[in-house]
């Protein structure tokens, strides 16, 4: 029988966290990681056509 996704769901998080830990032990101490993120917030007004 096919296990529910909440029965998977800490074997799911427990590999996550590990996947993260080996990720963060690559990344060399003195190089900085930035993450940026660009948004672009447009107004828009409907002009209707007479």
């Known amino acids: ?8 769901l800490p074997k799911i998080v427990k590999e996550g966290r590990a996947e993260a830990a080996r990720i963060l032990e690559r990344i060399n101490i003195g190089n900085i990681l930035a ?12 002009v209707e056509s007479i």
């Open 1 to 8: 029988m096919s296990l529910s996704f909440i029965e998977k």
């Open 35 to 46: 993450l940026k993120t660009n948004k672009f917030v447009l107004n828009y007004k409907k």
